[in-house]
């Protein structure tokens, strides 16, 4: 159990801090193209092209973690890859963090350690393939019922005349990404559980190749919300409903249970709860240091700018995060840099 862990978090480190050093070469690069004259700019960029292997080892790593472990393990310890992100960015990118993102980062490194601590090694459940186009049609309802009631709100708006996002929009945008996300491993799992019962190997590219479109999809529900929503609201919804759709999927669809001890039990359900409270503190952290009283305030480090030191290059926010990675970490909103902010 500890190694499809540490494998977890090797492998979401290099998804998040790959997306960041491949943000960071094409500060000076044009746009990606299929002409050889950009392939070559983009080949002989030094960052791009580690950020690239990291992002691609990292999706790689994902799947061996996810062929080791229950989903309903892996997909909350994905969460941590923020605060792997917000440790590099500190000491790497030389970024002041508040006291806010120290507390996220230790809640998700105690959450970590409880379901590492609480998990165990499960038997093989007899899972059906019917039950692949089962947990679409579900996925489905689930989209058209929240497509539907965001398109009553946004019909309001345009009526009211007004530009930006309702609250409950931002949280649909939020939900739709998260649970594509979440449902992204899941299916990748699938592919794995299925050859253990003695399928066809073929079903594993079939089940990666469908989480690749989840993935796909996820993003482009998160970008259009981003687009004019508030990143918070977005990314702590998006966040949350990936780690809730991971793990819920992983009992309902793949035979997934809670440990039989007690004690083990209540760790790993604590672990979930503080890798969950660790993200939401890292994500709003910016919003929280503003409610801080003055006099205490002004004791604080309030290093709240974290958008990966592109702003002193001027760069505009990530719409496009690459495609690359096949199981996206729950932290990849991260990715979508917020414009600067004031400091407290």
Known sequence: ?????????????????????????????PPLSFKLKVIRTYAVNKFWVIGFL?????????????????????????GCGLAILSIFSHFYLQEVMNIVD?????????????????????????????QLPWLAFVVVIVFVLLNGWRRIYKRQR??????????VEEIIYGLE?????????????????????????????????????????????????????RAI??????AVASIVTGVLAGMLALGEQ???????????????????????????????????PWPLRNLIPSGVDRNFNLRRSGSLRVKDPSPSAVIPAATLHHL?????????
Not at 1 to 29: D, F, P, R
Not at 266 to 284: D, E, Q
């Open 336 to 344: 979508i840099s917020t414009p600067a902010k004031e400091k407290a």
């Open 233 to 238: 609201v977005i990314s702590t919804c998006a």
């Open 54 to 78: 990291m992002d691609i080892s990292g999706a790689l790593l994902m799947l061996r973690a996810l062929s080791l472990a229950p989903v309903s393990v892996i997909q909350p310890v994905s």
């Open 158 to 167: 345009k009526e009211q005349e007004l530009i930006e996002y309702e609250v």
């Open 258 to 292: 809670l440990p039989s001890a007690p004690v083990a039990r209540l760790s790993l359900l604590l672990g979930w709860l503080f890798i969950m409270m660790g993200v939401i503190l890292l994500v709003s952290s910016t919003r929280l240091m503003r409610h801080i």
């Open 1 to 29: 159990m500890w190694e499809s862990i540490c494998l977890t978090l090797v492998a979401t480190a290099g998804n998040n801090i790959g997306k960041v050093l491949q943000k960071k070469g094409t500060v000076i690069l």
């Open 177 to 229: 990404s998260g649970i594509l996300f979440g449902m992204a491993s899941v299916i990748s799992k699938m592919g794995f559980v299925f050859v253990e019962q003695g399928f066809s190997r073929m079903l594993i590219p079939l089940c990666i190749s469908i989480s690749i479109c989840c993935s796909g999809t996820g993003f482009y529900y998160q970008t259009h919300g981003l687009k004019h929503g």
């Open 102 to 130: 120290w507390m996220g980062i230790t809640l998700a490194g105690i959450g970590t350690i409880g379901v590492g601590a609480g998990g165990e090694e499960q038997e093989s459940s007899a899972v059906s393939i019917l």
